[in-house]
Nanobody, 118 residues
Framework: QVQLVESGGDSVQAGESLTLSCQASGFSFSTYCMTWFRQPPGREREGVAA???????MYEDSVKGRFIISRDNNKNTLLLQMNSLKPEDTAMYYC????????????YGQGTQVTVSS
């Protein structure tokens, strides 16, 4: 049974940091492109960051230089370190697995809420 379980969401002040974690099970984690996407209230889902099976990373422009995506294939864990948070980062954050980056989501979790106050 495939599971992706996010954690680490919280309510913080602008400028603070948070680290989100996603624990994966039930599929070959190390071979998948892993992504974080978010859905702000009342808005469309948007990609935030992705990390390929070989460790290559990609970021959405608004988070470049502030967010860092990483993975631990031994622990089947995906992380998103978020620094210098802004109110516009407020959203439900989801982790997802894709057979290859950009190929479409195969699995995703239930999400974790991040709220940033000014």
């Amino acid at each position: 049974q495939v599971q992706l379980v996010e954690s680490g969401g919280d309510s913080v002040q602008a400028g603070e940091s948070l680290t989100l974690s996603c624990q994966a099970s039930g599929f070959s984690f190390s071979t998948y492109c892993m992504t974080w996407f978010r859905q702000p209230p009342g808005r469309e889902r948007e990609g935030v960051a992705a990390i390929e099976s070989d460790g290559g990373t990609m970021y959405e422009d608004s988070v470049k230089g502030r967010f860092i995506i990483s993975r631990d294939n031994n622990k089947n864990t995906l992380l998103l370190q978020m620094n210098s948070l802004k109110p516009e980062d407020t959203a439900m954050y989801y982790c997802a697995a894709e057979a290859f980056c950009g190929g479409g989501i195969d699995f995703y979790g239930q999400g974790t809420q991040v709220t940033v106050s000014s």
